[in-house]
């Protein structure tokens, strides 16, 4: 009898154990209705999303033409009068008119021509009138030694009354400035008169004139009509190329090959210099010159960092700026403020303590992660978790995620998580520390806000990125369908080979009780992100503001990512874009992506979602590649300014060459993972090569179960949840199998016995599967589990 009650005891202990209370259906329900809820009602209050006034706030110019007007100039200012209002109307046009150009003029001469200031000025003007009158009545005339009065000129274009964001100098001379470390003329020959740095009247040297360039974020560009400029060009290469990458001298000048090994930029101004050959055809003016400004225009968009803030544009830059740039258009258009944090990632603008404020009391894990050590992630919450439910391979679903945001379906579970304590990165408002769940292995991050910083968010703006990015998975499902189908040309690049675009999934959690050091006060915490923990080099493909990364390393991948971008803009019709491409140079994985909506009321909590400005900036630094043209796009830049749009009409898979056939795509099963595999023939018995493993069918996954009698029989996944084939990426599959548990089966029978009146027997499962579906870990086997099923609907239908 003892031995009985023991045993009684140790199996009620077993069970309480492993039959936590879990989340009815009802109570799932209920919390999503109230989440979807609360995100109406935040929806409603948000006001109309506006982003007037912000091309013109990014994309406005400043630009000013300093010019030699000594006597062998002539041709080349007679070029100026004719080509200027052409040069204006091509540099408008390439922002959609929308920015506004001003257009200042400077001439200089040398010293000693009867005037002590030698130099002509025409103040910043929007009227191309005023310029093209100006320089009619500019005329070319002087020179006596060879040298000018290079630093001068560029002193007089400094002190002009600079506003725009964007600022450009474009420099057309053919003389060298005075001072031998600026020129390579013969000492000694009368071409110089001024060979020291410093002797001209004004005292100037070029180096703190071109750092004071630098702080005021002028774009230089050099266009050079012969090689007497070479060694000026080469100094003041030196300076930019100490704040910014994007520096270049042409190759024919004699100083390029000290160029191959740049000095090292210690702050990333995101400045351009550039060189050009004037020297062959005068009327090459109006080409170079919207070139480069077309180019330093955008440029400055792309660095810029663009978010809404509540019925406010902030704008930021993504690198630090040495100082001197102004808030922008604040007293022209108060919908529009700096930032003060100046976009996530990047360093405080001089003078601010707002960045320090935010992230000092934050130490940093700086220690590699060590995944395997049970006792390293020191803390654990608990969490209500929501995930998008979307079976992203079903046909038309990205047409119903599309029409409405009800489409993309919302499940919930509660989750128990493991993290660090310290977290191992910053942004300039998040933290991030690595993290798991209880039943997994798979690393992860959780993401929390600073406190006291703007951009905290609440549980409805979380689940609308979460949607966001399960938009931005449907989309990716079908292109890398076509592109995988198609006959690409792809330097050898088999199919399984070809690297997907993929974006990781990420689950909204709203904690119950979480530790947070920024929370003195024990407040209620701020919800949080839960995503895979990306390794590998991080790199940014483009962004919301029209960034388009040039670096050669990421060519083949770069070009698909900006033909996924374009994709979406034309399967779409033109209602969504997908930008800030941003992951993994590893395993290619994207994060936080921006949708540009043409509907203001699609996705309207979204602070990266600038609606049509967003689509614009795209469209204006955007250039098709083979991609774009394989795939057969249709839309284009020209259809932005005009309103006529044209796209695609079809887009099912097709085939264009028999060693290529038709390839399907379908999400891991995992909702923590959801990873975009190929569903080929060849992959859907579980073959590598980036395929899927389908469990489920003749496919099914097994695991043990033994009974009290010590007989082991299996347990299929498929039969666990009744539904259709799973299919799993690599990881998941080998955790399926790996993390499993043995659980108590307890069942009443008619008869007594020395049992008591309960039958009980073991049997194996997978916590990792049921964590993976949203689901409770059953507490009996799948034979018991229908008895009880079919039991209960016999009560139901005679009402016993």
Not at 547 to 562: G, H, I, R
Not at 602 to 607: A, N, V
Not at 771 to 792: F, L
Request: with cysteine.
């Amino acid at each position: 009898m003892r031995q009985h009650v023991e045993e009684e005891r140790r199996l009620s202990e077993r069970l309480k154990t492993q039959n936590g209370t879990g989340l009815s259906s009802a109570a799932a329900d209920l919390r999503v209705l109230q989440l979807k809820y609360d995100a109406m009602r935040i929806a409603g209050e948000r006001p109309a999303r506006s982003t007037s006034g912000l091309l013109k706030a990014v994309c406005s110019t400043d630009l000013v033409f300093l010019i030699d007007a000594t006597g062998s100039m002539e041709p080349y200012i007679d070029e100026a009068r004719r080509q200027v209002r052409r040069i204006i109307d091509d540099i408008k046009a390439a922002v959609f008119d929308e920015a506004e150009l001003r257009v200042a003029v400077v001439s200089y001469k040398d010293h000693g021509w009867g005037r002590e200031d030698h130099y002509d000025v025409l103040d910043f003007t929007t009227n191309p009138d005023n310029v093209a009158l100006w320089l009619n009545g500019l005329r070319a005339s002087g020179g006596a030694d060879q040298a000018e009065d290079v630093l001068g000129g560029i002193n007089a274009a400094l002190n002009l009354p600079w506003h725009h964001r964007t600022r450009c100098i474009i420099h057309i001379a053919d003389a060298p400035p005075h001072g031998s470390v600026l020129n390579d003329l013969p000492a000694n020959a009368g071409k110089d008169s001024y060979p020291q740095p410093g002797m001209e009247p004004h005292g100037l040297t070029y180096e703190p004139l071109l750092r004071r360039m630098v702080s005021l974020n002028v774009n230089y560009a050099l266009l050079a009509i012969n090689s007497s400029t070479d060694k000026m060009a080469y100094r003041f290469y030196q300076i930019y190329a100490e704040h910014s990458r994007d520096c270049k001298l042409l190759p024919k000048n004699h100083y390029y090959q000290f160029t191959r090994i740049p000095p090292r930029c210690a702050i990333e101004s995101g400045l351009l210099f550039e060189e050009y050959s004037f020297s062959e055809n005068p009327r090459d003016l109006r080409r170079l010159v919207v070139k480069n400004l077309t180019t330093a225009t955008t440029h400055s968009a792309a660095l810029s960092s663009v978010t809404l803030d509540g019925d406010k544009i902030v704008l930021g830059r993504r690198y630090g700026t040495p100082g001197g740039l102004e808030p922008v258009a604040e007293e022209e258009n108060e919908n529009i403020k700096e930032d003060e944090h100046g976009g996530e990632g990047s360093q405080p603008k001089s003078g601010s303590n707002s960045s320090q404020d935010a992230s000092a009391a934050f130490k940093l894990d700086t220690k590699p992660p060590r995944w395997h050590d049970p006792n390293w992630l020191d803390e654990i919450f608990h969490a209500e978790a929501f995930s998008a439910d979307v079976e992203v391979h079903k046909p038309d679903m990205l047409n119903a995620m599309m029409a409405d945001d009800d489409n993309i379906k919302i499940a919930t579970m509660d989750l128990t998580i493991r993290h660090q304590s310290r977290p191992f990165a910053q942004g300039a408002q998040r933290l991030v520390a690595y993290a798991r769940t209880a039943a997994s292995t798979s690393p992860l991050v959780v993401k929390s806000f600073k406190r006291g910083g703007r951009g905290g968010k609440g549980l409805a703006q979380l689940v609308e990125d979460m949607r966001i990015r399960a938009l931005c998975k449907g989309f990716a499902v079908e292109f890398n369908a076509l592109v995988s189908s198609s006959s690409l040309p792809s330097n050898n690049v088999t199919q399984q080979q070809q690297q997907l675009i993929d974006f990781i999934a990420v689950i909204c959690l709203k904690p119950r009780f979480f530790f947070d050091p920024g929370n003195e006060e024990n407040d209620e915490p701020e919800c949080l992100a839960l995503e895979p923990f990306l390794e590998g080099k991080y790199v940014k493909y483009n962004s919301n503001s029209g960034f388009v990364s040039q670096d050669p390393s990421l060519q083949n991948f770069n070009e698909t990512a900006q033909a996924f971008s374009h994709f979406t803009f034309e399967r779409s019709k033109g209602e969504f874009l997908v930008v800030d491409l941003q992951g993994s140079a590893t395993n290619g994985l994207l994060t936080d992506p921006a949708i540009q909506t043409r509907d203001p009321n699609r996705f309207k909590l979204s602070s990266t979602n600038l609606g049509g400005a967003g689509i614009k900036f795209f469209f204006a630094t955007h250039k098709c590649n083979r991609v774009c043209y394989q795939l057969e796009f249709a839309s284009n830049r020209d259809m932005i300014s005009s309103g006529r749009y044209i796209f695609r009409l079809s887009w099912h898979p097709y085939v264009t060459s028999p060693a290529r056939p038709v390839v399907t795509m379908a999400c891991c099963s995992n909702k923590l993972c959801s990873r975009i595999v190929r569903t080929t023939a060849t992959t859907r018995a579980g073959a590598g090569g980036g395929g899927s493993r389908v469990s489920g069918g003749s496919n099914s996954s097994n695991s043990n179960k033994r009974d009290d009698n010590g007989h082991t029989t299996s347990e299929s996944i498929n039969d666990v949840d009744g539904g259709p084939s799973y299919h799993w990426c690599d990881a998941c599959w080998w955790q399926l199998h790996e993390t499993t548990e043995t659980r108590l089966c307890v069942v009443l029978i008619s008869s007594m016995n020395a049992s008591g009146g309960r039958h009980h027997h073991e049997f194996v499962v997978s916590r990792f599967f049921y964590e993976s579906q949203n689901k409770v870990v059953p507490g009996r086997c799948p034979k018991h589990r229908s008895s009880s099923a079919a039991a209960a609907a016999r009560r139901v239908v005679y009402g016993s």
